[in-house]
C-alpha cells in the first residue's frame, strides 16, 4: 500500500510531534476560532505565515497531503465563486466605499477592489487552518491524545470515542483503497485514465461496499469492548500518557499571545473588519 493515500499519525522526530496532545488541540481550536471571528487582512496573513512556518517544521511532504489539498482547494474556489455570484457588491457594503475595476454600483454583475479585498479575505480564512488540522492529525498519536484529553477532565469514554475516530480515518482509506483496486480487477475503470463521469459513477460504486465493511469494523469493535466491560469503572489507566512538560506552556503561551492580540485588533480597528480604504 503506497502510504501517500493513507492520511493519518505519522512517528518523527519533531518538536511538534513531542508536544502533548491537548497543548496541540488547544492551538488548533484557539486559533481557529480568532481567525473565524477576525476580518483584519493582517491578522489572517500572520497566522497563515505562522501556520505555514509550523507545517515546514513538522517535516509533512506534499504527497502525504496532496489529495486532501487538492479536494479543499477546489472547494474553497468553488464557495468564493459562489460568494461573487450571489453578492457582488457585498464588500462596498462592508467597507462603505466603491472603487470600481468594472462595471458600476448600479449594475448587478461588477467587481469593486472592495469585492476583491473581502474575497482575499475569506480565501484567507480558509486556508490558514488547513496546515494546522494537518499538523495535529498527522503528528498526534491518537493513544497518547486520549490520555491527554482524559488528564484534563474529559471523561475517558469520551476520550476514547475520539481516540478511535483518530484511528480509523486511515483504516477507511485502506478499505476504499482495496475497494477501489477490486473493482478495477473487475474491470470497472476509475484511475485518472478513465473520463471524469466514469470515475464519478465508479466512485460512488464504492461506497456502499465501504458503509458495510465500516459497520461490520464497527460491530466488531463495540462487541470487544463490551466483552471487557469498557465504562464499568469511573477510571481507567491508559499505556501512553504524557504530562505536560515545558513546551507545551511555551507553545500555549504562544497561543495566548496570538489570540490576545487578535482581541485587541477588535478594539484597535473598531471591530472585526479592518478597512484599508478609509
Known amino acids: 500500500m503506497n502510504s501517500q493515500f ?3 499519525y505519522s512517528p518523527r522526530k519533531t518538536f511538534l510531534h513531542r508536544l502533548n496532545g491537548s497543548t496541540k488541540l488547544i492551538g488548533f481550536v484557539a486559533l481557529s476560532l480568532i481567525g473565524m471571528i477576525t476580518y483584519d487582512t493582517r491578522f489572517l496573513a500572520g497566522i497563515f505565515l505562522f501556520s505555514g512556518i509550523l507545517f515546514y517544521f513538522s517535516k509533512i511532504s506534499y ?3 496532496a489529495l486532501v489539498l487538492k479536494v479543499i482547494m477546489a472547494f474553497a474556489a468553488l464557495n468564493l465563486i459562489m460568494v461573487y455570484v450571489f453578492a457582488p457588491g ?3 457594503t462592508i467597507y462603505g466605499t466603491q472603487h470600481m475595476l468594472w462595471g458600476s454600483p448600479q449594475h448587478y454583475f461588477n467587481l469593486s477592489w ?3 479585498f473581502y474575497i482575499f479575505n475569506l480565501f484567507l480564512k480558509y486556508t490558514f487552518a488547513v496546515p494546522l488540522a494537518l499538523i495535529f492529525l498527522l503528528t498526534t498519536n491518537p493513544s497518547e491524545f486520549a490520555a491527554s484529553l482524559n488528564r484534563i477532565g474529559i471523561p475517558y469514554r469520551t476520550s476514547y470515542a475520539v ?4 484511528r480509523y480515518i486511515p483504516s477507511v482509506q485502506r478499505d476504499y483503497r482495496t ?5 478495477q480487477a473487475r474491470g470497472y475503470e476509475i484511475s485518472k485514465k478513465a473520463k471524469l463521469r466514469t470515475r464519478i459513477i465508479g466512485s460512488a460504486q464504492i461506497i456502499l461496499p465501504l458503509i458495510f465493511t465500516s459497520l461490520d469494523r464497527i460491530e466488531v469493535v463495540s462487541q470487544a469492548m463490551e466483552l471487557r466491560r469498557f465504562g464499568h469503572n469511573k477510571k481507567r489507566t491508559w499505556y501512553l500518557a504524557q504530562p505536560f512538560a515545558l513546551r507545551d506552556f ?3 503561551a504562544t497561543i495566548v499571545v496570538i489570540v490576545i492580540w487578535g482581541v485587541v485588533l477588535f478594539k484597535i480597528n473598531g471591530g472585526r473588519f479592518w478597512n484599508p480604504f478609509k
Open 250 to 252: 511555551l507553545a500555549l
Open 179 to 183: 475497494i477501489s483496486l477490486a473493482q
Open 114 to 116: 472592495e469585492e476583491v
Open 90 to 92: 457585498y464588500g462596498m
Open 63 to 65: 504527497q502525504e497531503i
Open 163 to 166: 481516540e478511535i475516530a483518530l
Open 6 to 8: 493513507l492520511i493519518g
